[in-house]
């Protein structure tokens, strides 16, 4: 006779994803659901057991700004993520994503696309549901949704065109948009800062989120500048989600130079004002006061966006000369023997514009407002660089919440914490039967130890698993293990609704 479960957490504090208070009590997983919670009677027929005395049973944290869509191909593991806590990547922000990969977007890809998203040995895939259906070949070892990205699509159809799209182009970018969604993308992405969707126009943007309303997705922007121009960036993205009725999610919310710190304290009432008057507008951040992105984004013809200064870029990652990762802009410079300009210039002629870089820009006091804001989820925007020295983020953003913010400063209570990880994020990207701890839900589960969980990577040595996750779940199967990631094929390509 068939055990009653498969497995059964018994003894841990539910924190359900909520932010009802934590309670003791078992969960049993059966069949890749949550088949019961509450006190069940020892020895309740289950193939395993888990002991969670003293630790805490939430659900899988869902990473909503990720760019992990090449690697849920190369490293199906994406153990980087697992061991975090992570059950779930959204992917395709920024505008950037991996479909439709035309020959226009492949030839742009190879010039510098693959040093944020990662190599591609071949593109086999040429459609949103072809490359979605990749991913699912793959078998990674986490749950997958996607945004159409914009970027992306803008390629396909009109090259490194600046101006805005004929009535044809159009027409294509939208038929674009509605196959991903019909894939089960969950909304449209996009990135201003970046090229192309730094030539986009607002109506442009309007007109395509309005494709997207019609199948109840969101559009999620990287706004068109985060530093003096934030305000101005904030109000255009609610725009567009007010003319288009779609729900905005505002990524990585930051104000980044000194002359802008403090400006989070104009941006956050733009977005309750918004939300006052019915437009559904959230955000997403990252604990950390350094950014990262491609280098070629923030040095136009090499030179350093204004504001910065050269020690406060770091190389993260290159293609081909590894000597040069770790080290800031300014010690490049040194060993080129070369003016900054010129070195910038050189490192991405040689680099083929690959490079990543991390910028020290950010104010602690804005990260810990926009942190403590209701509407705001939490997302690593970590960058799967094979090499190099990604930002630390990328191994560390969800138990760096939980043992710096929540356990050290008390800047969030534990049960609201766990919130902006699963049951907020679910509910805006819409992905059903998950984010909490409940009955009939996929049994995306996380056992930790709030006494103990914290990010242990620097940004000198930042390929480190983090300390107090014990146990990960993905669809009910054990993807960590007394702590150590396995690669697992247990993950799901998730769709809207």
């Known amino acids: 006779m068939r055990d009653a479960y498969d497995l059964v957490i018994r003894g841990g504090a539910i924190v ?136 992306t699509i803008r390629i396909a159809v009109m090259g490194l065109d600046r101006g805005p799209p004929s009535d044809e182009q159009m027409a294509v970018m939208k038929e674009h948009v509605r196959e991903a969604m019909d894939a089960g993308a969950v909304g449209l992405s996009s990135g201003l800062i970046y090229v192309p969707g730094t030539f986009a126009r607002t109506e442009e943007l309007i007109e395509l989120a309005r494709v997207v309303e019609k199948y109840g997705g969101l559009y999620v922007s990287h706004i068109r500048n985060e530093g003096s121009g934030l305000l101005d960036a904030v109000a255009e993205a609610i725009h567009i989600g007010e003319e288009a009725g779609v729900p905005v999610q505002l990524s990585h919310h930051k104000a980044s130079g000194e002359a802008n710190f403090g400006l989070t304290e104009q941006s956050l009432p733009l977005i309750d004002e918004a939300r006052a008057r019915g437009v559904g507008v959230t955000m997403d951040a990252y604990p950390y006061v350094a950014a990262s992105t491609a280098l070629v984004a923030i040095a136009r013809g090499g030179r350093l966006a204004p504001g910065l200064d050269p020690h406060d870029v770091l190389i993260a990652s290159v293609k081909h000369q590894h000597e040069y990762e770790g080290k800031r802009v300014d010690e490049i410079a040194s060993m080129m023997d070369l003016p900054v300009e010129d070195a910038v210039q050189r490192l991405l002629r040689e680099e083929e514009n690959t490079p990543v870089a991390v910028m020290f820009v950010m104010d602690e006091v804005d990260v810990r407002r926009v942190l403590q804001h209701p509407q705001c989820m939490i997302g690593s925007d970590g960058l799967p660089s094979p090499t190099g020295k990604p930002h630390p983020r990328l191994y560390g953003t969800f138990p760096r919440v939980l043992g710096r913010y929540v356990r050290e400063e008390g800047l969030l209570s534990l049960e609201e914490g766990v919130r902006r990880m699963t049951s907020l994020p679910a509910q805006t990207f819409k992905l059903t039967d998950r984010g909490e701890v409940r009955e009939g839900y996929w049994a995306d589960l996380v056992v930790f130890d709030p006494a103990a969980i914290i990010d242990t990577g620097t940004y000198e040595d930042p390929r480190q698993y983090p300390r107090g996750i014990s146990s990960v779940l993905v669809n009910g199967q054990l993807v960590v293990v007394d702590g150590s990631p396995r690669q697992v094929g247990a993950g799901q390509v998730l769709a809207r609704g």
Do not use: M
């Open 16 to 151: 359900d994803g909520t932010g009802a208070p934590s309670r003791p009590g078992d969960v049993a997983v059966r069949d890749g659901r949550i088949a019961a919670v509450g006190n069940l009677v020892q020895g309740a027929g289950a193939a395993a057991e888990i002991d969670a005395s003293g630790l805490v049973v939430s659900p899988g944290f869902i990473d909503v700004h990720c760019h992990d869509d090449i690697a849920l191909i190369n490293i199906p593991g994406v153990e980087f993520k697992t061991a975090q806590g992570v059950a779930t990547l959204v992917c395709g922000n920024c505008g950037l994503g991996a479909a439709p990969a035309n020959e226009q977007f492949r030839q742009f890809y190879a010039r510098g696309t693959e040093g944020v998203l990662g190599p591609v040995e071949e593109f086999t895939w040429r459609s949103h549901r072809e490359f979605y259906d990749t991913v699912r070949a793959a078998k990674p070892s986490a749950n997958a949704a996607f945004l159409a990205a914009h970027g």
